[in-house]
Structure formats: C-alpha cells, structure tokens
C-alpha cells in the first residue's frame, strides 16, 4: 500500500454543487462501496472509495471497450502486439480520469464526499512491472497508441512481485518484496476462458505419421496460463486497447484421482513451477537456477502470447496463414522475448502443419525488434545446455535457423569464418538472441539518431550492410498526458491559457509557447509553479529523509537506475569537490549559491559496485548536510525507492537535470525529455537523445559538455593511463575529492569501504583505468557546474532558457514516436 495517510477531511471541501452528471457519479461511486464492500460511506475507509473511484472508471471503459472491440473487429483492422517484459504502469486511476476527459467531474464529487482526488489517488499501488526506461517506454506507448486510435495490446507477465521496494539501511540498499497486489488489482480481469498451456523441459522423440514430422514430449512440465486483461483508455479517443498480463498456475486437468505418490509429486513440481514462473521480476541470475527461471519466462510470456494471437487470428481470418503479415506485427521490445520468433515457427510447424518455408516467410514478416542497449552486458546469450533443456523442441528449430543461417553467409562471405560466428544465432556454446532478431526481423530500431548511428556502424554493422533498409532509428518519447498534464496540472493550465488545449494531443504546438518566454507576466507565473512544486517537494524529503531543504536552493537532480555509465559517481566526485572549496576558499564560499542535490536510483540487487555507490551518496550526504561550517549551502538528498509515482513529484521540481552518461552508451534516456517538458535546464554530455533535444532547444537553452561518443571510443581502443595519470596529478580538487574515498573521511575512520570505487577509477578493473570517462570529464563537467550556479541567478534569464526548454519539447511526445513506429514498421490503420 502506497504509504500516504489519507483521512477524512473533517470538513467537506467542497464548495461546488454538483451538477446532474456528478450526482449521478456520486450515486455510483456510493453504490459501489456497498455493493463492493458492504459498507455505508460513514464506515468507509480511505482504500475503499478508492477502489469504489477505479470501479465506477472501469465500468465506463467497459462500455467503450464492447464498442470498440466490435469496430476492430468489423473493420478487419491490423493489430500490433508489443511484447515486453517491463510494463511500468505506475497509478492508473488519475490518468484513466484524465483520459476519459472526467478530472473536474472526479474532484467535485470526491470533494463533496469529504475526499480529495490527489489523496484517493495515492492509495493506489504503482504497478511497478519493470526496472526502468524500457518498460516505461512500453507504458507510453501503450498510452500513445490507444490515444491515436491505433489496436494494440501490450502483453507482459503479471509478476507477483514487481521490482523490489528499496529501503536504506544505513546508507545501503535494501531489497524488500514489492507487494503491489496486496489489495487486488481493480483494473484487471481475469479471463480463465483463454488460459492456455505452456509445456517445458523433457525429451522430444520425432516421428513420422501420415508422411508429416510429429513431435511427442516425454516427461515435461506443463503450467498453465492465465491471461488477465487491463483495458486501457487513450486520451479523448475512441478507441479501448489492452494490457494482457500472464500469470502461471497449474494446469486443473492433473489427475488427482489417481492420488499415488508421482501423480502428488508432479502435481506440486507443476505447482512450484508455476509459483515461480510470474513469481518475480527479474530473479537472481547469479545462478543456473536463476538462470533457468529467466528463461522459463521469457518462454511462458511468449508461449501464452504467440498462442493467443494464432487463435485470435484463426477466428477472425481462418486458417489462411499468409495472411498473417497484414493482419498482425508483433514488436520485440529489447531481445527478452525473442523466443516469440521460434515459438511461432513451432506452432505454424508442429500445430498448424505448414512446411518450414512458408512459415519461415511468414514469420519474418511479422516480427520487429527494437534494441535499446549497447552495453555488452546487456546483450543477451544462452548457454545452449541450459536452453536445450528448458526448451527442447525450441532449441532444435533455433538450430535449424542457425543451419540455414550459416548456409546463407558462407554463400556471401566463403570461408570467412570470423564474420560467420560473429553473425550466428548460435556459436561458442552460445545462443546469440539479438542476433536471432537479426537474422529474423523484417524491421530493427534503435532508440535515438545517435545510438542507431552506433547499431549501423558497429554492433550490428555486419547485419547492416547486408540489408540497410531493414534499419530504422526511431527517437523515443514520453505521454504528455502523465508526464504534464497529470503530475504537473498548475504549469498545464497555464500553457492551456496562452496556447489553448490542442497541445496535449498535438505536441508540436508547444512551440507556440516561445513568443511568450520573455513574457515577464507569463515568467512569474512559470517560475511561481516551479517554487510550489519544490515547496511541495521540500516537504515530502523532510517528511521521508527529515532533511530541511531550501526551495530557493538550485534543485539539481540526477533520478535514474543506478549504473556506472550513467556517472551519478562524477556527480558525487563533484559535489565533494563543491564541498571542500566552501570550506577553504571564503570567497568561493560567499558567492556560492545554494544547491540542492537530490538523487534517486535502484541498483540491481548484485551490482555490488552499484550499491557502493548508493552508500557513497548517503555517505557524503550525511557529512555535507551536517556541517554547520557550509551553512546549509548544500544540501544532498538520496530518495528511497525511486518509481514512476515519486518521478512524478520530483521531475517537476527540478532545476536542473542530470543527463550525464559517458556518450555513446545511453541509448536514448526519457527521464531527458520529463525534465525537459516540464521547464528544467539539462546538463549532460552528447549522448542518446540529448543529441536531439541540443537540437530542438538550440545551445542557449541547455549545458552540453564532455567527450563525444568518438572520442569515448578512441580512448577505449588503447589501454594505457597516461591522460588519467596527468588529470590525477593536476586537477588538485579532483584529486582532493578522490583521496577522500580512502582516508576516512566519508564514513569516518573506515578506509576501505570505497576503496574498489577509487580503485576502477584509477586503475580499472582490467588495468584499464576510467572506463567511463568520470576522469576524463570531470573538469570541464565542473566548470559547466559553475555556469550554471552563474546563470540561474539571473533569475529572468533563467526563467526565460526554462520556458524555452517547455516550448521546444514538443518533438519529445511519443504520440510522434508511435506516429514514426506506424509510418516506418507497423502500417496500422486507426479505428473509424
Ligand atoms: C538482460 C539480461 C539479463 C537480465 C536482464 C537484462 C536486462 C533487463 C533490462 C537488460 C536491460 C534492461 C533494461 C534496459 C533499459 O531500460 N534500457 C533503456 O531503455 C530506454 C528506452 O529505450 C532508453 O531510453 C535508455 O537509454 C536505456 O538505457
């Protein structure tokens, strides 16, 4: 349960009298809570008109769901299905609000019962399927499509436990179990009439039955899966679209009858199985068993999936499988459901009968896959032991597409055995899912023009060249509708007064907003939204961190998982340095403008190096915010458990955005554009879409500093330290700020505690010093620091770059992303 206290207000709030269409609402929403809870509002909690709100909200997008169920289907309509591991949703009752057009309609008449809206709304859990960017990439998307009538379904697993709840413990991370579904889940329904079978592991014996291969399993696994559908509203639209969520459980036909001791003992394998499988997000993958219960999802989730579209298909269109391109695209997010590929072969194959041909030609024109990644450990491999083990008969078709693979590059490159392994599906004992993709996917994206730049060139060069109209780069987005509308309403009323309302659905139009950015009235009134929003937020840390943080102070924020090519270690460096030249430079000290640093980060539960650094930032933000001699010049906020709900609070608050990743390892970054929409200046290198927004915004309007991506690259071809040894012996503050980490003086008297941090900066972990280029960009990151602090006390000046930075964001919705998807890879039609 979300941890906000909501109580009655003693008073009513209200001071509107409701209008019919209210009363009626009211009617509803009382109804519910007797019919749902058996209770008279006057015993009602808190939770329970919460529950009462969503199910009045669910009742009306029922309504339209039927309608537009019918459309889709009379009007033959494409479908996409977006296979992803990660959904991060976060709440859905104020956005489905905001989307049905009701949020007056919903806070008149919750006022009137005694309630707010923004606190009713907090009762409800973050559906926090996901870890980051990717999978709340999805959850945009999803509200993107819908909003432009196009028929999509998200399909993930409906994990138990989503990611962990963080929790410091003495300046560590802790990792708690999420219970998002403590309270049930009121968006969801259960469909028990479309679970389907999903069998793993045992032997497959082949066999010839009627002049046609047919594969029999032997001691395998069955789980059953249970699809539970979300439906979801788009803004001011039509159309009713879905997030299906698959939850394992075991199959009910087990012969329980005959009770012996194997049919029990299978029985609870099966179980036990199943309790795992959508279990939770992201297990440990530190062991085989973790290992192996990764790869039983991603072949449930795209077993039950690929199941369900075939038998959607086959109602609607018969069994006319070349048709299947132009009825269905499903689209790969990152190389976690790659599976899909060879599963759909099984079925077309093993079930449906068709030769492998004319599957294959209708498999690959019916996937596409979107890389968001290039670091390499992120780019996924099976050892192929484990993978024949847990899906045998899968592994034989990959084979077979590895066989044909192979045939086909020793056809263009003879002999040239290099290119041949770098290129297989399957090589080193190793199945290559991203190469799979490759060797599959009739369409290949990258996330932003500069990370595609690198997929063509490098990663996936070999692929490219072979076939380069396949290759898209598709710059990612964010739903204006959650990222301003929802989480920011002052500052969106307020654009809604000078540019009208056509802004939230047609983002372009934004722009208009720059005629207004030396508007002196109209920059009072940003800046004014911007000091409330910090003052709320200034609360909240004193309620959770107790710490007294100054709204006038630069609120300069770096929110995002926690890893080492995002460098929230060189932020850290620097506010150390910051810290040591107020306590020796007095006049440095005197004309220092106040700073908050405010962080927020999830590191993955092994990344030790990681969690080290989370330990660094409370570390140095217990030092800093208790010494009386910096007079509370600069204070350091770490917030615990970082999530969609809380971003929400803290992006709009934000002065300044933290977007510093060593360029040319970001793919795109989206947290980016929510900071940028919402009127905060970034500071960050040329990476991922940074790229972009210098372009939108212009060079006035945002702090670009650092080594470009080419010039990360030549540093990382030669070993050899000589540029950080020099950077070591004549930046002094920096050198200052490093020797900090092992006297003592962070966690008094302990010199080992950071000691491997300092340790990879200066000699790597290979003998490679710095690989992330923190030395290397240090100075002139500081400098550009120092700009800033200048800059922002013109406060006109700054106001004015703020604006702009709103104005110029428009390019950044993703309704332009999916609108870039639809014209270049999927081709759907949006409903009538
Ligand atoms: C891989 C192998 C084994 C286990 C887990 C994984 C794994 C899981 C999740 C690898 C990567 C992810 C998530 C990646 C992610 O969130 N990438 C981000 O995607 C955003 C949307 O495109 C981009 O904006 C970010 O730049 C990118 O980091």
């Not at 207000?9 to 209200?14: N, Q």
């Given at each position: 349960m979300a941890e906000t206290k909501t109580t009655k207000?003693?008073?009513?709030?209200?001071a509107v009298k409701l209008t019919a269409a209210e009363e009626a609402l009211k009617k509803e929403i009382v109804g519910k809570v007797g019919r749902h809870f058996g209770k008279v509002m006057e015993e009602a909690t808190p939770h329970m008109i919460y529950t009462a709100c969503a199910l009045t909200v669910r009742d009306q997008i029922m309504e339209k769901w039927a309608k537009s169920h019918r459309q889709v289907k009379e009007e033959g309509s494409k479908k996409l299905y977006y296979l992803s591991?990660?959904?991060?949703?976060?709440?859905l009752l104020c956005t489905n609000i905001l989307n049905l057009m009701q949020t007056d309609e919903y806070q008149h008449v919750l006022a009137d019962l005694g309630y707010s809206l923004s606190d009713i709304a907090e009762l409800e859990n973050d559906a926090g399927l996901g870890n980051g960017g990717l999978g709340r990439l999805a959850a945009c998307f999803i509200d993107s499509l819908t909003t432009m009538d196009l028929p999509a379904y998200g399909c993930t697993i409906r994990y138990e436990h989503g990611l962990f709840r963080q929790k410091i413990v003495e300046g560590y991370q802790t990792e708690l179990p999420d219970e998002w579904l403590e309270h049930g889940n009121a968006w969801e329904i259960s469909r028990p009439e479309e679970a389907v079978k999903v069998v793993f592991g045992g032997q497959v014996d082949c066999e010839w039955v009627d002049g046609r291969m047919v594969y029999k399993y032997r001691n395998e696994n069955t789980v059953l899966a249970m699809p539970y559908d979300v439906p979801l509203v788009g803004y001011d639209s039509k159309i009713v679209n879905k997030l299906r969520l698959w939850s394992a459980t075991i199959p009910?036909?087990?012969?329980?009858?005959?009770?012996d001791r194997g049919t029990f003992d299978k029985m609870m394998e099966a179980k036990s199985l199943a309790k795992q499988i959508s279990?939770?997000?992201?297990?440990?993958?530190?062991t085989d068993d973790g290992k192996k219960l990764r790869l039983r999802q991603q072949y449930f989730l795209v077993s039950a999936t690929l199941q369900w579209i075939l038998k959607e298909f086959e109602e609607r269109n018969?069994?006319?499988?070349?048709?299947l391109p132009d009825k269905i695209v499903i689209h790969i997010?990152?190389?976690?459901?790659?599976?899909a590929i060879p599963e759909m072969m099984r079925l077309l194959m093993?079930?449906?009968?068709?030769?492998w041909d004319e599957a294959w030609n209708i498999v690959t024109h019916v996937f596409a896959y979107t890389n968001h990644t290039v670091m390499s450990e992120a780019l996924e491999k099976w050892n192929v032991h484990m993978f024949r083990e847990i899906v045998p008969r899968i592994y034989m078709i990959v084979e077979e597409i590895n066989r044909r693979l192979m045939e086909q590059l020793e056809a263009v490159y003879p002999g040239d055995k290099g290119k041949h392994q770098w290129m297989a599906v399957i090589a080193n004992d190793q199945v290559n899912m991203a190469n799979l993709c490759l060797a599959s996917c009739f369409a290949v994206n990258g996330v932003s023009k500069l990370h595609t730049e690198i997929l063509k060139d490098d990663i996936f060069r070999d692929y490219y060249v072979l076939d380069k109209e396949r290759f898209h780069a598709i710059t990612n987005g964010i739903t204006f509708r959650r990222?301003?509308?929802?989480?920011n309403p002052e500052l969106t009323e307020l654009i809604d007064s000078k540019i009208?309302?056509?802004?939230?659905?047609?983002?372009?139009?934004?722009?208009?907003?720059a005629k207004f950015a030396k508007d002196k009235d109209f920059q009072k009134k940003f800046d004014d939204i911007k000091k409330k929003n910090k003052v709320a937020l200034a609360a909240y840390i004193k309620e959770h961190n107790g710490i007294d943080v100054n709204p006038d102070s630069i609120f300069d924020v770096q929110c995002k998982r926690l890893h080492e090519y995002k460098r929230q270690m060189m932020n850290v460096l620097h506010i150390i340095a910051e810290y040591n030249r107020i306590l020796s430079d007095s006049s440095y000290a005197d004309n220092y403008y106040p700073k908050t640093y405010i962080f927020g980060a999830k590191a993955a539960p092994g990344y030790v190096r990681a969690k080290n650094i989370i330990k660094l930032i409370n570390s140095v933000a217990d030092i800093i915010n208790n010494?009386?001699?910096?007079?509370?010049?600069i204070k350091v906020v770490f917030i615990e458990n970082y999530g969609v709900s809380i971003a929400e609070k803290i992006i709009i608050a934000a002065d300044v955005s933290e977007?510093?990743?060593?360029?040319?390892?970001?793919?795109?970054?989206t947290g980016n554009m929510k900071f940028m929409l919402n009127g905060a200046l970034t500071i960050g290198t040329l990476d991922g879409a940074n790229v972009e927004m210098l372009e939108q915004v212009?060079?006035?309007n945002i702090y670009i500093f650092g080594l470009k991506a080419d010039e990360v690259a030549a540093r990382l071809k030669y070993a050899g330290n000589d540029e950080v040894k020099t950077i070591y012996s004549t930046n002094t503050s920096l050198r200052h700020a490093l020797e900090m980490l092992i006297d003592g003086s962070i966690v008094p008297g302990?010199?080992?505690?950071?000691r491997d941090l300092y340790q990879t900066l200066l000699f790597?972990?290979?003998?490679?010093?710095d690989t992330y280029m923190v030395l290397r960009d240090f100075e002139e990151y500081m400098k550009t620091q120092e700009k800033i602090s200048a800059d922002y006390q013109n406060r006109s000046k700054w106001i004015e770059m703020a604006i702009m930075n709103t104005a110029m964001s428009?390019?950044?919705s993703s309704d332009r992303t999916i609108d870039d998807y639809n014209k270049k890879i999927w081709h759907l039609t949006p409903i009538k």
């Open positions: 207000a003693t008073a009513k709030t209200s591991f990660e959904f991060l949703m976060g709440r009910t036909d087990v012969d329980m009858i005959s009770y279990g939770i997000l992201y297990p440990d993958d530190t018969g069994s006319d499988w070349s048709k997010n990152d190389t976690h459901p790659t599976l093993d079930e449906k009968g068709l030769g990222w301003i509308a929802n989480c009208g309302k056509g802004w939230l659905k047609n983002s372009e139009k934004l722009a208009e907003l010494d009386a001699r910096i007079k509370d010049k977007q510093i990743s060593t360029a040319g390892k970001e793919a795109s970054g212009g060079e006035d302990n010199t080992s505690i950071f790597g972990d290979y003998g490679y010093p428009g390019f950044f």
